[in-house]
Nanobody
């Protein structure tokens, strides 16, 4: 059974940092993508970042570029999202999800533009972790 478990959320002041973790289990694929998504109250869920775990290739939504960094520890099947210089606008429930077909990166390679971290491309989801940034 595929399982994704997020951790690392919490309350932080504006300008602070948090590191989220996504522990993946229940599958033996060596090449897959882990996406990070977030949903703020009253807003739609948006894709924040994606990482291809086989080569570490990443992509980010414009609003987090330069502040968030995704990385992976393949030996432990854990993906991290380091979030720096947080602002109240980053307050949301953060989810990780897995795409075994790496569709975000395939789309990028084919020259697709716009939002490439699309939740419909991700097959299994974690339960989410709350991130709250106070002003």
């Amino acid at each position: 059974e595929v399982q994704l478990v997020e951790s690392g959320g919490g309350l932080v002041q504006a300008g602070g940092s948090l590191r989220l973790s996504c522990a993946a289990s229940g599958f033996t694929f060596k090449d897959y993508a882990i996406g990070w998504f977030r949903q703020a109250p009253g807003k739609e869920r948006e894709g924040v970042s994606s990482i291809s775990v086989s080569n570490g290739r990443t992509m980010y939504v414009d609003s987090v570029k330069g502040r968030f960094t995704a990385s992976c520890d393949n030996g432990k099947n854990i993906v991290y999202l380091q979030m720096n210089n947080l602002s109240p606008e980053d307050t949301a429930v953060y989810y990780c999800a897995v795409d075994f077909d790496l569709r975000s990166f395939t789309a990028q390679d084919l020259g697709a533009l716009g939002d490439l971290i699309r939740e419909q491309w991700y097959d299994y989801w974690g339960q989410g972790t709350q991130v709250t940034v106070s002003s």
